[in-house]
């Protein structure tokens, strides 16, 4: 099992930037596949973008592609999103999470079996 804690969210004027982490512990940081999702109000838990567990490949949402990027450090136990030309709709609960079968860029939620708490993100337009 692996336990996620994300760090970085907070209020930010559209066109800002923040850059989120998520800290790892538990069994070895770099077997699993991660992906950041978020959470609206109102909304399901949508997909936002995925790393393979070497670092070396990237999947992303259209609606972030070209502004966000998702990163990770093995050494570090830490997975990294990057996220730039924040807009309004923007604004949702981001978490990280890891998939414990290895399957890499799986985009559903239902697929990944560990979670962080989330952070909140908001972007004041």
């Known amino acids: 099992q692996v336990q996620l804690v994300e760090s970085g969210g907070g209020l930010v004027q559209a066109g800002g930037s923040l850059r989120l982490s998520c800290a790892a512990s538990g069994r070895t940081f770099s077997n699993y596949p991660m992906a950041w999702f978020r959470q609206a109000p109102g909304k399901e838990r949508e997909f936002v973008a995925a790393?393979?567990?070497?670092?070396?490949?990237?999947r992303y949402a259209d609606s972030v592609k070209g502004r966000f990027t998702i990163s990770r450090d093995n050494a570090k136990n830490t997975a990294f999103l990057q996220m730039n030309i924040l807009k309004p709709e923007d604004t949702a609960v981001y978490y990280c999470?890891?998939?414990?079968?290895?399957?890499?860029?799986?985009?559903?939620?239902?697929?990944?079996?560990?979670w962080g708490q989330g952070t909140q993100v908001t972007v004041s337009s």
């Open positions: 999470a890891a998939d414990k079968y290895g399957i890499e860029f799986r985009t559903r939620a239902q697929d990944y079996n560990y």
């Open positions: 790393i393979s567990r070497s670092g070396g490949n990237t």
